[in-house]
């Protein structure tokens, strides 16, 4: 009888209980994700979806979504979600809860290894973990989130026609956010913490000659009213000059404070701009087999449907790469 060395055992063993290398992964399951999953899964590639921290993406905390093509009564995001999902699972797509702890990029084998620690192989990989804005940390302002509390002006400022809001920051984001409302809402009051804003001259003097925006200076937001239950009534304010603590009625608040690119474990793995925006070139990164979609390469238009649309576009460029190694 033939003993086989025991080294030999456990290499045998090992390969045994070893996954078979994905031909495509994607990293988040927001409309970048599932859209990619969509276009892969059609194309017989048999994709894997990692759904990351929110499954779905910042739209299943955003209420009715009306700005997304083909839906003439809006949809809630929530849904919009699920069916995105579901109609990229009806070609084969799958999808893992998990995200992911760490990454080897290495061309032609690309190792993930998740939070739980399970550990994926794949050829190519289709970064799509998506942005998040950031906010005050107030409590009273995260259980309000979708519900009078937006980080979006281009996408929730029609729900607030002639009605007073509340814009946060005092950058260039702010100020385009505050000029945007004008168009939709009774008044805006701009909240800056300082006496001056770090917005550039041209956008700061355009909020300052406008006459429906007016700067509440040296204030910070203390806390976000919902008298009604549910929904944002007003603010409560503090001068952090004199301590002065007043209310204001606003029904929408809208922070532009700084969207974060959640791209913490690609850091050092993949080219990213020095906000932590990936660079991608079509969706192309600078590493071979490595695509990126959505808001995580995003930082101008951060839109479900520009995020969709690259989403697709990575989707096409994995397909091509795939056909060209003869995968």
């Known amino acids: 009888m033939r003993i086989q060395p025991v080294g030999n055992r456990i290499n045998e063993e090992l390969r045994k209980g070893r996954k078979e290398m994905e031909k495509v992964i994607i990293l988040g399951s927001g409309p970048a994700g599932s859209t990619a999953a969509l276009y892969t899964a059609r194309a017989n590639l048999n994709p894997l979806v990692i759904e990351g921290l929110e499954p779905g993406g910042q739209l299943t905390t955003t209420t009715e979504v009306e700005n997304y093509p083909g839906f003439v009564e809006g ?9 995105m999902k579901r109609q990229a ?11 992911v702890a760490s990454v080897e990029l290495t061309p032609g084998r690309h190792q993930l290894v998740l939070d739980d620690g399970r550990t994926w192989e794949t050829v190519t990989l289709i970064i799509a973990t998506g942005a998040r804005a950031q906010y005050l ?3 009273s302002e995260q259980k309000l989130i979708g519900r009078g509390v937006t980080s979006c002006a281009t996408c929730d400022a029609a729900f607030y026609r002639n009605m007073p809001v509340a814009v946060v920051g005092g950058g260039d984001s702010a ?5 945007f409302l004008t168009r939709f809402t009774s008044d805006i009051t701009v909240i800056h913490r300082r006496d ?3 917005a ?13 925006i007016k700067v509440l200076w040296d204030s910070v937001v203390e806390e976000v009213l919902d008298v009604e239950k549910g929904e944002v009534t007003g603010l409560r304010v503090k001068n952090v000059k004199t301590g002065e603590i007043t209310e204001r009625e606003i029904k929408g608040l809208f ?7 959640n791209t913490a474990a690609f850091k050092g793995r993949v080219d ?53 190694r003869g995968q």
Not at 89 to 99: H, S, V
């Open 89 to 99: 699972q009806r070609f084969g797509a799958r999808y893992e809860q998990g995200y």
């Open 75 to 83: 949809i809630q995001g929530p849904e919009l979600m699920e069916a």
């Open 255 to 261: 922070l532009a404070i700084g969207h974060k690119p």
């Open 137 to 139: 940390g107030l409590e």
């Open 175 to 179: 100020m385009e956010e505050a000029l």
């Open 200 to 212: 550039s001259k041209i956008m700061a003097d355009r909020v300052l000659k406008n006459d429906k």
């Open 196 to 198: 001056q804003l770090r």
């Open 272 to 324: 990213m701009d020095e906000r932590g925006y990936i660079r991608a070139d079509h969706t192309r990164t600078n590493m071979e087999g490595v695509f990126a979609a959505g808001d995580v390469q995003d930082a101008v238009y951060r839109q479900a449907v520009t995020a969709a649309g690259t989403g697709c576009m990575a989707a096409l460029e994995a397909e091509r790469y795939l056909e060209a």
